[in-house]
T-cell receptor, first 114, second 112 residues
Framework: DAGVIQSPRHEVTEMGQEVTLRCKPI?????LFWYRQTMMRGLELLIY????????DSGMPEDRFSAKMPNASFSTLKIQPSEPRDSAVYFC????????????FGQGTRLTVV | AQSVTQLDSQVPVFEEAPVELRCNYS??????LFWYVQYPNQGLQLLLK??????LVKGINGFEAEFNKSQTSFHLRKPSVHISDTAEYFC??????????FGGGTRVLVKP
């Protein structure tokens, strides 16, 4: 398996623009997580899905952020409108089952909002 | 609610010396515990995990961790570090409800 695939790897956009980050989880995994990593706040859980259903989105910073998982093999994280403070590395991770199963991470998307 | 605390944000250590990274967790329910490593410009990779049974868990690259229920700790150790162990290390906890929560990370800098 190719692992968790995120695209794009790097994104530079202007403030106010819409940004869409994409994630393809490992085939057969039924849990998917979106994290944001910054120097100041570390690794923050934004939202996670079980069987394509959002379970906990309490980490989503504000209404500008939204995430979808239309099927088991694809998820998106959208920011609209983007702001400079959204600049960070965004990671997607997936796992099979619950609890004891480890999460596998993608390489991340480095977002810069200027 | 569960939370994970890594007590050291940075740990400098000389090559071939031992290192210990501290992690404490709090949870009202049973959790599974993990250590991940992140090399520069990469995603996180699993080092080891504790599910149940023996409290001493061995992982990859010579790392091990000890689960201590009474102290709610899961400290990571390596008896002799290499330059290549320079990275950031994350402790994580996952409840049966599936939420995977990470600590703030510990940056390990191995000096020659």
């Amino acid at each position: 398996d190719a692992g968790v695939i995120q695209s794009p790897r790097h994104e530079v956009t202007e403030m106010g623009q819409e940004v869409t980050l994409r994630c393809k989880p490992i085939s057969g995994h039924n849990s998917l997580f979106w994290y944001r990593q910054t120097m100041m706040r570390g690794l923050e859980l934004l939202i996670y899905f079980n069987n394509n259903v959002p379970i906990d989105d309490s980490g989503m910073p504000e209404d500008r952020f939204s995430a979808k998982m239309p099927n088991a093999s694809f998820s998106t994280l959208k920011i609209q409108p983007s702001e400079p403070r959204d600049s960070a590395v965004y990671f997607c991770a997936s796992s099979s089952g619950q609890g004891a199963a480890e999460a596998f991470f993608g390489q991340g998307t480095r977002l810069t909002v200027v | 609610a569960q939370s994970v605390t890594q007590l050291d944000s940075q740990v400098p250590v000389f090559e071939e010396a031992p290192v210990e990274l501290r992690c404490n967790y709090s949870s009202s329910v049973s959790v599974y515990l993990f250590w991940y490593v992140q090399y520069p410009n990469q995603g996180l990779q699993l080092l080891l995990k504790y599910l149940s049974g023996s409290t001493l868990v061995k992982g990859i690259n010579g790392f091990e961790a000890e689960f201590n229920k009474s102290q709610t700790s899961f400290h990571l150790r390596k008896p002799s570090v290499h330059i290549s162990d320079t990275a950031e290390y994350f402790c994580a906890a996952r409840s049966a409800g599936n939420k995977l929560t990470f600590g703030g990370g510990t940056r390990v800098l191995v000096k020659p």
